[in-house]
């Protein structure tokens, strides 16, 4: 059956320190990957997109990395700040499977301490 | 802009009435979603729309449910009995532009902040 899976412990990291956020997914042929950000209370809101012949994008101090062939997207937030503390998803699109539909994963916390 | 706007923020029901949550779209966009979330299934699609045709509703649990878009700028979804177990938060969501197996897909969707819906 088809499966987006990201890390379900919350990952607690230090100020200053690089955040790794995994999203692995099998038994889907994507188009793309989008990562979200959703803060308590809030509905999620979109950060990046990475397409399938796409290894690597960034945006200021974040980087996402898509490998098709292990079926996985990284996602890094670089000097990471307090503020970054939320709760991070990533989204499959495209492929015969799901059609058109964007499906999400269950989502990261992440928790960056001062 | 105003972003996607939901109301109301949050719902509190007893088992057996009917829900009507609604939701306006970022203007300009073409395609809406609905969403529910809950701890543990995660963001589920339920239904979307296209140019206010609905295109896909596989998601939808079940016959209690169903959503309209009589215009550009309004949608709707009803649940009519509600029961203990559709508690949850419903988001919209809209875009320009559908997710497609294409190398210029991929439209980010805008969501509004939800509808907390308790059904006691």
């Known amino acids: 059956s088809q499966k987006i899976e990201q890390n379900s412990e919350a990952l607690n990291i230090q100020e200053g320190k690089t955040a790794t956020l995994t999203c692995n997914y099998t038994?889907?042929?994507?188009?793309?990957l989008q990562w979200y950000r959703q803060d308590p209370g809030r509905g999620p809101v979109f950060l990046l997109l990475i397409r399938e012949n796409e290894k690597e994008k960034r945006k200021e101090r974040l980087k996402v990395t898509f490998d098709t062939t292990l079926k996985q997207s990284l996602f890094h937030i670089t000097a990471s700040q307090p503020a970054d503390s939320a709760t991070y998803l990533c989204a499959l699109a495209g492929g015969s499977e799901y059609g058109n539909k964007l499906v999400f994963g269950a989502g990261t916390i992440l928790r960056v301490k001062s | 802009d105003a972003g996607v706007i939901q109301s109301p923020r949050h719902e509190v029901t007893e088992m057996g009435q009917e829900v009507t949550l609604r939701c306006k779209p970022i203007?300009?966009?073409?395609?809406l979603f609905w969403y529910r979330q809950t701890m543990m299934r995660g963001l589920e699609l339920l239904i979307y729309?296209?140019?206010?045709?609905?295109?896909?509703d596989s998601g939808m649990p079940e016959d209690r449910f169903s959503a309209k878009m009589p215009n550009a700028s309004f949608s709707t979804l009803k649940i009519q009995p509600s029961e203990p177990r559709d508690s949850a938060v419903y988001f919209c969501?809209?875009?320009?532009?559908?997710?497609?197996?294409?190398?210029?897909?991929?439209?980010?969707?805008?969501f509004g902040n939800g509808t907390r819906l308790t059904v006691t």
């Open positions: 729309f296209n140019n206010n045709v609905p295109i896909d």
């Open positions: 969501a809209s875009s320009r532009g559908l997710p497609q197996r294409s190398r210029q897909g991929g439209s980010p969707l805008h």
């Open positions: 038994n889907y042929s994507p188009a793309y």
């Open positions: 203007s300009g966009h073409d395609y």
